[in-house]
């Protein structure tokens, strides 16, 4: 990027980063701890497999429609402001939602954290266009592996935490530590002022907003996050499956599902980092898509012959998300921008990840075996292939003029210099 950085000392800067990666360590603990322990809940709470399902699927829905809606709350509130709200909902809404033993209480509550959760989601990538503007690929990097770790951790210890403190309530609550201690490094970033803020955007064309939602390559980036996050998440819920029905042992199964998403975290360090060096992401889209037909065509020739190196290709094509991390943070050139491209790539991205692991689940139960699913998920890497190509092409969904083949060259979003900060 050529904009300069907020000037700022040392010091701030270290606060600054914290804040974003003790954000960053909070976006999906929520999530996977309750994964991990529906059963116990389920039999605590005579939850019906309705319920336990809508309990596990209502989190990607909520990440779309209220990342939809994110930018209006970072407008009205402020960019920090708004996290830090978002961060001391994380904090309540895990100690509340386990205090009342009634399934509509775990789900209400459930839904006040996930809304938080999505409106980190969306303005993670602002903070860092606006206070890392010459370092964004290696501060996406950082905080995309705290996400990955953030998603690892809670699935693999709540299970012993719980047994440790004595239940699957404590179990879960004890994640609402992190996210208290989030919340000091913006206490200090708000009392010394490190808040680095952009003034409201105009344009000829409107605001900021409704310039990047006409832009295709705004659109492109929405399929290309949806698309990436479908694959994940049908990862997390079916691979253990797909490798047991062909004939690979249970243990060794979800094994290899530890190992598809911890080969994530090197990656989601590295990706940003190389990629955010050049103007054209292109060839990283063409990578990573490389890796993941090798990783479906392994699974689906050969499930059980070499089922470690399957999951270590799948594992390096979800590299995607990094990238897209990174494609959110570099396509705008206004923090104004970003907020709304991060708003619609992520609210649209989300909902339809949100449709990937149940229709999987059907065509598993009405093929009655995992071809079909698995040539799908080949055939949706066409359409994230091409959307891809869109978004990683040079320009900026925020600049008049400007858009794939077009360099970042054009009419820039104009800042009123009336327009006042807002802390």
């Known amino acids: 990027m050529s904009d300069p950085a907020p000037s700022r000392s040392p010091a ?18 929520a999530v996977t ?11 605590a709470l005579s939850m019906t497999a309705f319920q336990a399902g809508l309990l596990t699927s209502l989190p990607v829905v909520a990440f779309g429609v209220i990342a939809l809606t994110a930018n209006a709350v970072a407008r ?15 904090a309540v809404g895990l100690v509340l939602r386990v205090v009342v033993p009634t399934v509509t209480w775990l789900l209400a509550t459930g839904l006040v954290v996930l809304a938080a959760i999505a409106v980190g989601n969306v303005l993670l990538p602002v903070v860092v266009r606006t206070w890392f503007p010459l370092r964004v690929g290696p501060v996406t990097g950082w905080y995309a592996i705290a996400i990955s770790v953030a998603t690892a951790l809670p699935a693999a210890l709540a299970v012993p935490v719980a047994a440790a403190l004595g239940g699957w309530r404590p179990g879960l609550a004890i994640w609402a530590v992190p996210a208290a201690l989030a919340l000091v490094p913006w206490i200090v970033i708000t009392r010394r002022g490190h808040v680095p803020q952009p ?16 832009r295709l390559q705004a659109w492109a980036l929405a399929v290309y996050f ?27 199964a979800g094994t290899l599902l530890g190992v598809t998403m911890l080969v994530g ?20 889209v063409l990578g990573l898509a490389a890796l993941s037909l090798v990783g479906y065509l392994g699974l689906l020739l050969a499930p059980a012959t070499l089922p470690l190196l399957w999951a270590v290709l799948l594992g390096l094509g979800l590299g995607a998300f990094p990238l897209a991390l990174l494609l959110l943070g570099v396509r705008a050139a206004t ?55 869109i978004a990683g092409a040079p320009g900026h969904v925020d600049v ?24």
């Open 400 to 423: 008049v003029g400007s858009g794939p083949g077009l360099g970042s060259r054009g009419r820039r979003v104009i800042a009123d210099p009336g327009s006042p900060p807002t802390p």
């Open 76 to 90: 009205r509130l402020g960019v920090t402001r708004a996290l830090v709200v978002a961060t001391v909902a994380i």
């Open 12 to 29: 701030a800067g270290a606060w600054l980063l914290a804040g974003v990666l003790g954000t960053a360590v909070n976006l999906r603990a």
């Open 265 to 284: 975290g090197p990656v989601a360090l590295l990706v940003p980092r190389l990629a955010g060096r050049s103007e054209d992401q292109r060839v990283y």
């Open 335 to 389: 923090p104004e921008g970003t907020a709304a491209l991060s708003s619609l790539a992520q609210g649209v991205g989300y909902l339809i990840a949100a449709t990937g692991p149940v229709t999987i689940g059907l065509l598993r139960d009405a093929s009655g075996g995992w071809t079909l699913p698995l040539l799908v998920l080949l055939g949706l890497l066409v359409p994230k292939v091409l959307a891809g190509l």
């Open 199 to 214: 003034p409201a955007p105009r344009t000829d064309e409107g605001p900021t907003g409704a310039t990047v939602h006409r």
């Open 33 to 43: 701890s309750v994964g991990a322990l529906l059963p116990e809940i389920q039999a």
């Open 226 to 252: 949806g698309i990436q996050a479908l694959e994940a998440y049908v990862a997390m819920g079916w691979l253990p499956s797909i490798l047991r029905d062909a004939g690979v042992p249970a243990g060794q």
